[in-house]
């Protein structure tokens, strides 16, 4: 799904937009790491939601208190940690796939950028929000980000990949800001091809040298 074309041929808008909507998770994923720090310091200051300022032993206690198995904590991490391998994965890739070769290079760095701003983000908050409005901000970004990015179109390469040649050139003329389908769009939809057969063919051939090499071993053991 692709938005309207509102803006002059040959701009990279579209491109950028779609790379601030997927680099979106890294700044969530900045909020969770730096939340803690003014957190802390709120429930320890007179403004804390308990009325009093807490101790460092009531906040561990508070910590321990929000679950009674250690399992919970462990899981709540290890979906943190899911959340960013896959965006460092899928984030850098996808822009990679819709960007042009002059901007791909700034625009992969936004998955860096977008975490910091992530954590200075929340600790700018945490000086200015109670509690409670800190944790409503935090869990608004993510639940709006998930309602935007379902409108976000797949990445040409995919598509080219799935044999839809139609769907993918008009989603590389929505990125190009392009109305009509023209040369330019048509040689990097070639280009794209011929990169995908070049990647196919050096998985076969280092598939290949790796059963090879095993065949070799097994046949020297025998």
């Known amino acids: 799904m692709t938005f309207p074309l509102a803006v002059p041929e040959g701009y990279k808008i579209n491109q950028i937009l779609c790379a601030i909507l997927i680099s979106i998770p890294a700044f969530s994923y900045g909020n969770s790491i730096g939340w803690m720090s003014p957190m ?10 308990k009325g009093v300022p807490l101790t460092d032993l009531e ?21 943190v940690g ?14 990679k796939e819709i960007s042009d070769n002059d901007i791909r290079g700034a625009l992969g760095c936004w998955g860096t950028l977008f975490f910091t701003m992530g954590c200075l983000f929340s600790y700018i908050i945490g000086d200015l929000c109670s509690y409670r ?3 409503l901000i935090l869990l608004t970004i993510p639940a709006l980000h998930f309602v935007i990015f379902l409108t976000m179109p797949e990445s040409p390469s995919y598509l080219l990949k799935k044999g839809k040649d139609e769907e993918a050139s008009k989603v590389l003329m929505w990125l ?24 196919e063919n050096q998985t076969a051939f280092l598939l290949k040298n790796i059963c090879e090499y095993y065949e070799d071993v097994w046949t020297r053991t025998k």
């Open 59 to 79: 906040t561990i206690w508070l910590l321990k208190l929000c679950s009674m198995n250690i399992w919970v904590f462990i899981l709540a991490r290890m979906l």
């Open 176 to 199: 190009r800001c392009r109305k009509q389908y023209d040369f330019s769009i048509k040689e990097e939809m070639d280009y794209i091809k011929q990169e995908q057969q070049k990647d």
């Open 133 to 135: 409005v800190i944790l």
């Open 82 to 95: 899911i959340n960013m391998s896959g965006t460092c994965v899928t984030c850098p890739t996808y822009i």
């Open 40 to 49: 802390t310091l709120l429930l320890q200051s007179q403004e804390s939601p």
